[in-house]
Structures are given as C-alpha cells and as structure tokens.
C-alpha cells in the first residue's frame, strides 16, 4: 500500500474535495448535509471516535446520501507524540466505531492539525488508512467570518485541490453560512466538488 500522504491531485481537472474535519457536531453538521443534500453535492467528513459514538444516526445518514466517512483519530491527540501501537489503538478504535455505525471500514484518514510524519503514515497504511492532508487551508476554525471563509474555499482552489473546513470542534455557524456561496463560487470557476476517492480516481 502506497502511504504516502495526499494534499491534492492535479491530475483531477475540474474537481475539487470539500472535506469537513472535527464532527459530527449536531446542528453545524446537520446544516452542512443539508446545504450539500439540496446542491448534490458529496463531500468527505473527517469524523472523530468519540464524537462518533452516540451519534450513529448521522454517521448513516451521511453514508446514506453519498458521503465519504474518513477517519480523525479517536480524541485529537498529536499522533507523531504517540508510541505505533497508541497511534494504532487511537485509528483503529476510530475505524470499528465507523464500521459499526455504517457497516463499512474507513479507507482514509486525516491526522489531527495535519501532524504526521513517516511512522504515521507507516502504522496509518498498515491498518489500511491512506493519510490525506489539504493545499487549501480556509483557517475557518479560526471564525473569521463567513465571507472571508468563502473567498479562501473558491479563489485558494486549483485543479484537484482538497479544501479544509470543519463542521466540529466548536461554532461552525460561519462555516455552514459560507457553504452555499462555497459550492457555487466553485462551480463558478469549473471546479466540481467530490469525494476523496472520486478526487484520486484520476491518480495512481
Ligand atoms: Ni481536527
């Protein structure tokens, strides 16, 4: 298995991945399906475990309208500061909560604040994760309101980028407000939003 990491593919001409980080996290997350429902569009939320458990109905439901369900780790932690097997335990744990939600087994992975090195990488793909990181960072975490939010996700986007958002891990009220003019500014521009595995399709 190839492991190293994937911050976008140019090779994907015209498309582009929405990925949501942090989630589920009720309202905000709730808001972003149906803005993505009412646009057709699917996009990849990076879910954490323990946000995961007790929150099965929205892991189906996102799985149910076309959704990739990706892996973040169980708490958060920095994974590069962990010993293989507490990097091991903190996605494998993440990856059974999935696949007892959905039924399925996460294919992907995004390690928290993009901290990973080799070894990450190394214990993520011998659990069968393919690291994926971004080149479109719209700091929306940050809350600088939804306009500022919207300018980076449309006018940062190249080719095959893959844009960073999150619907969790705080107020995401900006982030949801921006998501509309998001998908429209894009495809303003020609660049069609897909779900990771649709991005790398065109690769490899
Ligand atoms: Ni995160």
Known sequence: MNVDPVYSNPNARGQVALT?????????????????????????????????????????????????????????????????????????????EIQAATGQRPSFFRPPYGDRNARVDAVAGANGLRDIIWDVDTRDWARPGSEAIRSSAVNDAQDGSIILMHDGGGNRAQTAAALQQIIDGLRARGLEPVTVPQLLAERE
Do not use: C, K
Request: aromatic letters at 6%; a negative charge; hydrophobic letters at 30%.
């Open 20 to 96: 949501f980080d942090d989630g589920p996290n009720g309202a905000y997350t709730d808001e972003i399906l149906r803005t993505l429902e009412r646009n057709g569009v699917d996009a990849t939320f990076f879910v954490l475990g323990q946000n995961a458990a007790g929150n099965h109905d929205t892991l189906r439901r996102m799985r149910d309208e076309g959704h990739e369900i990706a892996n973040h780790s169980w708490s958060h932690p920095q994974l590069t500061s962990l010993s293989d097997a507490g990097i091991a335990s903190e996605l494998n744990r993440t990856s059974d």
